[in-house]
């Protein structure tokens, strides 16, 4: 006789879904998109997110972020920590994540999820999505400052949405990790030539099609002097270029304005400083993936294009991936509970009163 009372969920580590061939990230992209269009057509439930930060000077934080896709029934929150400081103190990585997707029939969890990868592969993803919109497709070089896990995925995407590609520059904080990038990256690019510059940021950007800034500096790092015209910048982390560059650029971009306006990246400080005003702002993404607003239009124009991150992407893309994994029979499944507390046998044994 089947217990309906119980109650089961599936765990999927991060091996499950590199395993299940979730490191997809044309997957990611239209995913992204399809969710985009939702959002645009109500069919999202997106709360804000819930901010705790520890320490203010290094920004560790950990925030809930909770979103619902009404459409697939499901609700899900992710539960990231960002911690800065994490490498150079600990020798570990800034970012990790977990995500839990639950139905809404009858508000089950459905899985407990690694969401570190989902988390990274979003922020790739959706400078992809820019890019292809933004970028020229005739880019032939990306620069990099920083090169990071996040640098790592938006090189994916980016080759994904501009196949041209075929130069990648690399400045980081040190040496080692300009080389970590080109021993990892390499293998899945052989059609790209990598070249480190030794922390040189000045030598990775002059002259680059497109740029990132993937790091968690809180310093003007990217000089407008180094943007050519006709450039694509996808600005990924906080406070990461002089106010000149986006008063460079011909158009600004955003994953949603609102939202930047009111934290610490760049765009947000010069807001805050009058020196931007909301009509500076050319579109927000949602705005170009569902036609409202145009692309590229000319060759020469200087394209900047910042995110911060939509969490209902982060739980669109993990229900995607969860299928996947779900298909190819990876996770576990695990029991939450056998049954409603006092249905228990010999509960008379188990309470402490």
Partial sequence: MTNKNKVECFYFSQEDFLQAGCLDMRMAMSTAETA???????????????????????????????????????????WVSVFPSNPIKYGVQNLSAVIILSEIERGFPIAFMEGTICSNMRVGAIGGIAAKHFARQDSRSVAFIGT??????????LKAAVPAIEECRLSAKYDHEEKQFIDEMGPLFPDIRFSATKTNMQKAIEGADIIVTATSAQAPLLKAEWMKPGTFYSHVGGWEDEYDVARLCEKIVCDDWETVKHRTQTLSRMYKDGDLKDEDIYADLNEVVTGEKVGRETAEERVYFNAVGMAYIDVAIAHAMYQRAREAGKGKKFSIQEDMVFQHKKIADLVRV
């Fill in 36 to 78: 985009m269009l939702a959002f645009e057509a109500n069919k999202i439930i997106f709360p804000d997110k819930i901010v705790q930060i520890f320490n203010d000077d290094t920004q560790d934080r950990i925030n809930c972020l909770p979103a619902t896709l009404l459409s697939e029934k499901i609700c899900g929150v992710k």
């Fill in 148 to 157: 990071g896990e996040q640098a790592k995925m938006h090189l994916i995407a």
